[in-house]
């Protein structure tokens, strides 16, 4: 895919995912669920899907998204203690992955004890999260694996931490084996960390420097409170005020780093369920033609889930 093509593609779901998940069609009453199978039932549903937790839920397996999902967590919590990875993905140990094409909205919810990252965006699925919490999940929080992540608001305590004494990668970002898009990660809003050695780490052993055409892809919405830049070969978070947050490791000079000054904007007020939004009326189809673009490249890419 030509370089040109996969900002494209990139940039489209970015977009998508800032504001598809608020501004519903005729939204339908939240799925509500209260155990793993009633979780995973309402992911297999299709259209766009509202799911909210009754209580706490514990898996033995990780979830797939393949359409447009937002999970309302309700302050609960979904833990990743007990995980068994699939056959078919025997690698994949992560709470929840947004496969290529879809695009998952993270809200008011918990990610727990994962074996390896508490959410992957993977081969451009998109993720957005807004009031989420991830914690010592083994490998990291998020994991950026040529995907997109959008933050809004995002705390991240002790992940990371499979070497003993060390609580490494909050927000991974990456480009896996078998992976043909570009990593992309996008503020638009602030996040904390606690007990968190490294909010942000950029990948030294994979695509990202070997492919020639790769690249990492980083952008601001204009609203948002925290900024990213490039500055010293590292990727620098700032905030209001201009002052550092934090900063990613060094970037390895092989790496092509690119900002995208395009700036998606939120809409003020979100439509929540139940309500009509008659300016999106217009769009049904065109949505529901994504809708099932998403599910057939992630039928298709399922199988080389690499991390």
């Known amino acids: 895919m030509k370089k040109s093509m996969k900002k ?25 669920v209260e155990n793993e199978q ?12 509202y799911i909210e937790l009754k209580n706490d839920i514990t898996l ?22 007990n995980i068994v990875p699939l056959p078919e993905a025997p690698s994949n140990k992560s709470i ?33 999260v807004n009031g989420v ?23 991240m305590i002790r992940n990371g931490s499979f070497e003993e004494g060390k609580t490494g990668n909050g927000i991974e970002l990456g480009k896996g084996d078998d992976v043909t898009e570009d990593p992309y990660l996008v503020m638009d809003g602030t996040f904390t960390t606690q007990e968190q050695d490294t909010a942000i780490w950029v990948a030294e052993n994979d695509r990202l420097m070997s ?25 620098v978070v700032k905030d209001s005020e201009g002052q550092t947050v934090t900063s990613s490791n060094a970037v390895l000079e092989e790496i092509t780093v690119e900002e995208d000054t395009d700036e998606p904007t939120t809409p003020e007020e979100p439509v929540q369920p139940g309500e009509e939004n008659p300016s999106t009326s217009d769009n049904f189809m065109i949505f529901a033609g994504l809708a099932v673009i998403a ?8 199988r080389k889930l690499c991390k």
């Open 8 to 32: 494209f593609f990139a940039m489209f779901l970015v977009a998508a995912l800032v504001l598809v998940p608020f501004v519903k069609v005729d939204a339908a009453d939240p799925i509500v």
């Open 38 to 49: 009633q979780l995973k039932d309402a992911l297999a549903q299709e259209g766009e899907v």
């Open 60 to 81: 033995t397996a990780p979830l797939y998204v393949y359409g447009n999902v937002t999970i309302d967590g309700k302050d609960f919590s979904i833990d990743g203690t």
């Open 96 to 128: 929840i992955t947004a496969m290529a094409g879809s695009e998952l909205a993270l809200t008011n919810i918990k990610l727990l004890n994962a074996p390896k990252y508490g959410v992957q965006a993977y081969n451009g699925g998109a993720v957005l």
């Open 133 to 155: 919490t991830i914690q010592d999940c083994k490998f990291g929080a998020i994991l950026v694996n040529g995907g997109a992540l959008v933050v809004q608001d995002l705390t």
């Open 211 to 235: 492919e020639e055409d790769s690249k990492l892809m980083f952008g601001n919405t204009e609203n948002s409170e925290f900024k990213l830049s490039l500055e010293n070969n590292a990727l």
């Open 295 to 302: 599910l057939g490249l992630g039928t298709v890419t399922f």
